[in-house]
Every structure is written in structure tokens, then in C-alpha cells.
């Protein structure tokens, strides 16, 4: 099966924590800190593989956690790292930040990486803190959480030229013709429910990747039948081919039916519609050379500035024309670096991070809040009286007694800090 959206929840391994330990070898009678560094946690990284084309394995696996960085001992031994997963995933994927649209990574090339959850840091132990003034620390560090978030997976195919249409025009039959891709083919609409992929070789030096994207329906770009998913792959299309049925023996119209998914296109994004364009007035071989003439002349005066090469897919009748006029256009246009790039979904901005700040609340009490204030939170091995003294310490310089009085604290008021609760007095 074709999957090519995916959202799975992502959370980095915690950090290992810090120890505290002094040396008790024999002969060393006042030994100093001994205590060694927690691991880091393991991340959570996505590597895109061009082995790849669909996202079915996140259908079944929603959940990934690194794995935990070991914990300190003494001896200054530091705890091992916790060990990345690597997850792999198609050429053309690109990864969002589930809760708020932000694009984390466009995954394009073969073996880019992008780290979507980090591992924790691991915590200090005691050999860390020695300094002149304190000889001998009594207290270490935890390691940090690793970050977690969901994040989505949206797979875009990359291909040079798109074959687009409305079902049952021949598209599935054109690339079978053209390239060595062998979709399923039958005569009844929507026989083609996920893309089809075909490297077209049209020497020894020239190739080129051929995109049959499922039929289109009026109203894809509101989401009508599958139109976002299939509209999606059409996005990196560098050159699309409108493939009509110009034999009209199932009552449609080559003109209006172009004319449509030019609106779909539009509708979806404006740049679509200013791609490069050509168009293959197929299953003329059923039509009679007067009527054949009636249809192309009518296409082509509705269409003046789209090259329009006619032909049967099923014979093989104009097909190389077409392949060697794909070409040339490809060769004229400029490298795929230079291409405009894609218009960025709507993204909500993160608010500005500040250390900390001061929430008051009902009954005369104060909670100091903030990234900075849990992350030192985490750290603090509040069970050890040196690690409490560290921990108010560092909350005086960072200015917190300051901030509770600019805020209006009084004397007697309750403060809330992480897990500590106390009666503020100057």
C-alpha cells in the first residue's frame, strides 16, 4: 500500500544522572570528588533513503523514545550514552512540527538527516563543581528530559515530469508505454489510486522521471475524492503533461476537462498553474482523420501557448515525439536550485522564550515559572541539603528575589519554586 502521510510521536532518551562520590583508595587518606558525568540520551533522527517510497512503516509504529544515557559512578566513570534512533524515511519527505505547522526539515537529497527529538543532557557529578572556594562538593546534577513533540511526515514525490488528468484518460497506459513502470490497468475510473513512478530513458546520456498522478475530480483542491494527495505530488513536478482523451467516446470534452484542472490547480496553489506545460491529445487512433483535425485544431485554439503533441498510449502513436520534446524542455530550464521555492504553509509563531517569570495567584501566593526554572529544576537533587543551597544560589543570581519584588511580593507571602514551597522574608 501507498502511504504518504504519517504523524508519530517522537521523544528524545533523559539524560543520565550525576553522582557523588569521593575517592576511598587506601593510602589517600582525604581523597577528593570522584564523581562522574550521566550519558547523554539518545535523539530520535530521520535519514531519507531513496530505497523508500512509501511511509507504511509509521502506520504501524506511532511511538519512538531514545534510549537513556546510564547514570555516573565513581572513580570519575562517566555513564554511557544512550544509543540515536535512526529512522528512515522516502527521498521528498517533509517533516513538520505537529503542533503549531512549523517545517522542521525537506528532506530531498539521498542520506540528509534531521534530528527531530534531542536526547538530554546527562547531569555533572561532584568532580565537576570543584573550584578554590569549594574543595568538596556534595552534590551533582540529574539529567535532563529529552525533548518530545509529534511531529507529521507528508511525502511529496520527486519527479520531473507529472502526467495529470481526469481518470480514465490513459496516463496509467502512457507511462506504462514510455518507461519500464508497470501500473494496473483497466478500463473503469480510478483504476490508478496511488502514484506510479517511471524512469524514462530516452538515450544513452538522457533519462528522465515520469509521475502517473491518480485522476483528478472537480473540486481536488477542496479535498474532492483524494485531491490534496494527489495534488501534493504534482507540487515538484518540474514539467506537467495534461493527458486528455481526445476520442470523446465517453462523452467528455479534451477542452473543458484541461480547463478544469487548470482550476484545480489554481485553486491549490497559483504556482502550479504557472508550471510548464504540454499537453497529449490521446486515443486519436479512434478517430476518424476529419474528426481527429476538428479535435486538435479546437485544442489548440483554446491553447495557444501549450505545445500539444496527439497520439495513441496504447500503441505506442506519438509517444516518442513526446518523450523527446519532455526532454529538450527539461534541458532548457534551470537547475533545480534555482527554481522558485515552495510557498511555506502557514506556520504559528512560537512566542518569545523569557528565563522566567513571576504568576500571582489566589491567597497571597507567588510561582516562579520559566524553561530556566524547570530545567534547573531537573537538575537540582533536591533530596541532598548541598544541592537545595545550589539551587537558591543560582536563583538569586538569576535575579528571581528581584523580580518577586517588582512583582509586589510581601513579606509572608507563600513562593512557589518547582517542588519548593516557602514564606518569603527580606
Same mark, same amino acid.
Given at each position: 500500500?501507498?502511504?504518504?502521510?504519517?504523524?508519530?510521536?517522537?521523544?528524545?532518551? @533523559?539524560?543520565?544522572?550525576? $553522582?557523588?562520590?569521593?575517592?576511598?583508595?587506601?593510602?589517600?587518606?582525604?581523597?577528593?570528588?570522584?564523581?562522574?558525568?550521566?550519558?547523554?540520551?539518545?535523539?530520535?533522527?530521520?535519514?531519507?533513503? *531513496?530505497?523508500?517510497?512509501?511511509?507504511?512503516?509509521?502506520?504501524?509504529?506511532?511511538?519512538?523514545?531514545?534510549?537513556?544515557?546510564?547514570?555516573?559512578?565513581?572513580?570519575?566513570?562517566?555513564?554511557?550514552?544512550?544509543?540515536?534512533?535512526?529512522?528512515?524515511?522516502?527521498?521528498?519527505?517533509?517533516?513538520?512540527?505537529?503542533? @503549531? !505547522?512549523?517545517?522542521?526539515?525537506?528532506?530531498?537529497?539521498?542520506?540528509?538527516?534531521?534530528?527531530?527529538?534531542?536526547?538530554?543532557?546527562?547531569?555533572?557529578?561532584?568532580?565537576?563543581?570543584?573550584?578554590?572556594?569549594? #574543595?568538596?562538593?556534595?552534590?551533582?546534577?540529574?539529567?535532563?528530559?529529552?525533548?518530545?513533540?509529534?511531529?507529521?511526515?507528508?511525502?511529496?514525490?520527486?519527479?520531473?515530469?507529472?502526467?495529470?488528468?481526469?481518470? !480514465?484518460?490513459?496516463?496509467?497506459?502512457? $507511462?506504462?508505454?514510455?518507461?519500464?513502470?508497470?501500473?494496473?490497468?483497466?478500463?473503469?475510473?480510478?483504476?490508478?489510486?496511488?502514484?506510479?513512478?517511471?524512469?524514462? #530513458?530516452?538515450?544513452?546520456?538522457?533519462?528522465?522521471?515520469? %509521475?502517473?498522478?491518480?485522476?483528478?475530480?472537480?473540486?481536488?483542491?477542496?479535498?474532492?475524492?483524494?485531491?490534496?494527495?494527489?495534488?501534493?505530488?504534482?507540487?515538484?513536478? #518540474?514539467?506537467?503533461?495534461?493527458?486528455?482523451?481526445?476520442?470523446?467516446? *465517453?462523452?467528455?470534452?479534451?477542452?473543458?476537462?484541461?480547463?478544469?484542472?487548470?482550476?484545480?490547480?489554481?485553486?491549490?496553489?497559483?504556482?502550479?498553474?504557472?508550471?510548464?506545460?504540454?499537453?497529449?491529445? !490521446?486515443?486519436?487512433?479512434?478517430?476518424?482523420?476529419?474528426?481527429?483535425?476538428?479535435?486538435?485544431?479546437? $485544442?489548440?485554439?483554446?491553447?495557444?501557448?501549450?505545445?500539444?503533441?496527439?497520439?495513441?498510449?496504447?500503441?505506442?502513436?506519438?509517444?516518442?515525439?513526446?518523450?523527446?520534446?519532455?526532454?529538450?524542455?527539461?534541458? %532548457?530550464?534551470?537547475?533545480?536550485?534555482?527554481?522558485?521555492?515552495?510557498?511555506? %504553509?502557514?506556520?504559528?509563531?512560537?512566542?518569545?522564550?523569557?528565563?522566567?517569570?513571576?504568576?500571582?495567584?489566589?491567597? !497571597?501566593?507567588?510561582?516562579?515559572?520559566?524553561?530556566?526554572?524547570?530545567?534547573?529544576?531537573?537538575?537540582?537533587?533536591?533530596?541532598?541539603?548541598?544541592?537545595?543551597?545550589?539551587?537558591?544560589?543560582?536563583?538569586?543570581?538569576?535575579?528571581?528575589?528581584?523580580?518577586?519584588?517588582?512583582?509586589?511580593?510581601?513579606?509572608?507571602?507563600?513562593?512557589?519554586?518547582?517542588?519548593?514551597?516557602?514564606?518569603?522574608?527580606?
Amino acid at each position: 500500500m501507498f502511504y504518504d502521510y504519517a504523524k508519530v510521536n517522537v521523544q528524545g532518551g @533523559n539524560g543520565g544522572n550525576g $553522582i557523588v562520590a569521593f575517592r576511598r583508595e587506601k593510602y589517600v587518606p582525604k581523597g577528593g570528588p570522584a564523581g562522574g558525568d550521566g550519558g547523554d540520551g539518545g535523539s530520535i533522527i530521520l535519514r531519507a533513503d *531513496e530505497g523508500l517510497r512509501t511511509l507504511i512503516d509509521f502506520r504501524y509504529q506511532t511511538h519512538y523514545k531514545g534510549e537513556r544515557g546510564l547514570h555516573g559512578q565513581g572513580s570519575k566513570q562517566h555513564g554511557k550514552g544512550g544509543k540515536d534512533i535512526i529512522l528512515r524515511v522516502p527521498v521528498g519527505t517533509l517533516v513538520r512540527d505537529a503542533a @503549531n !505547522n512549523r517545517l522542521l526539515a525537506d528532506l530531498r537529497v539521498q542520506g540528509q538527516e534531521v534530528v527531530v527529538a534531542k536526547g538530554g543532557r546527562g547531569g555533572r557529578g561532584n568532580a565537576r563543581f570543584v573550584n578554590s572556594i569549594h #574543595r568538596a562538593p556534595a552534590y551533582a546534577e540529574n539529567g535532563e528530559p529529552g525533548e518530545e513533540r509529534w511531529i507529521t511526515l507528508e511525502l511529496k514525490l520527486l519527479a520531473d515530469v507529472g502526467l495529470v488528468g481526469f481518470p !480514465n484518460v490513459g496516463k496509467s497506459t502512457l $507511462i506504462a508505454q514510455v518507461s519500464a513502470a508497470r501500473p494496473k490497468i483497466a478500463n473503469y475510473p480510478f483504476t490508478t489510486l496511488e502514484p506510479n513512478l517511471g524512469v524514462v #530513458r530516452v538515450d544513452a546520456a538522457h533519462s528522465f522521471v515520469l %509521475a502517473d498522478v491518480p485522476g483528478l475530480v472537480s473540486g481536488a483542491a477542496e479535498g474532492a475524492g483524494l485531491g490534496h494527495r494527489f495534488l501534493r505530488h504534482v507540487e515538484r513536478c #518540474r514539467v506537467l503533461v495534461h493527458v486528455v482523451d481526445a476520442s470523446g467516446l *465517453e462523452g467528455r470534452d479534451p477542452v473543458e476537462d484541461i480547463r478544469a484542472i487548470q482550476h484545480e490547480l489554481e485553486a491549490y496553489a497559483p504556482k502550479l498553474a504557472r508550471k510548464k506545460a504540454v499537453i497529449f491529445a !490521446n486515443k486519436t487512433d479512434l478517430l476518424s482523420e476529419e474528426d481527429k483535425a476538428a479535435v486538435l485544431s479546437a $485544442i489548440e485554439a483554446a491553447f495557444p501557448d501549450l505545445p500539444l503533441f496527439a497520439g495513441s498510449a496504447a500503441t505506442g502513436e506519438g509517444s516518442q515525439a513526446l518523450v523527446y520534446a519532455l526532454k529538450d524542455l527539461l534541458e %532548457a530550464l534551470p537547475p533545480v536550485s534555482e527554481e522558485e521555492e515552495e510557498e511555506a %504553509a502557514p506556520v504559528i509563531p512560537e512566542p518569545a522564550q523569557r528565563p522566567f517569570w513571576v504568576e500571582a495567584h489566589e491567597g !497571597n501566593v507567588w510561582a516562579v515559572v520559566g524553561p530556566e526554572i524547570d530545567g534547573l529544576v531537573q537538575r537540582t537533587q533536591f533530596e541532598r541539603d548541598e544541592g537545595v543551597e545550589r539551587f537558591m544560589g543560582i536563583l538569586d543570581g538569576m535575579g528571581v528575589e528581584k523580580a518577586l519584588r517588582k512583582a509586589g511580593i510581601q513579606e509572608g507571602d507563600t513562593v512557589i519554586i518547582g517542588p519548593m514551597e516557602f514564606d518569603y522574608f527580606e
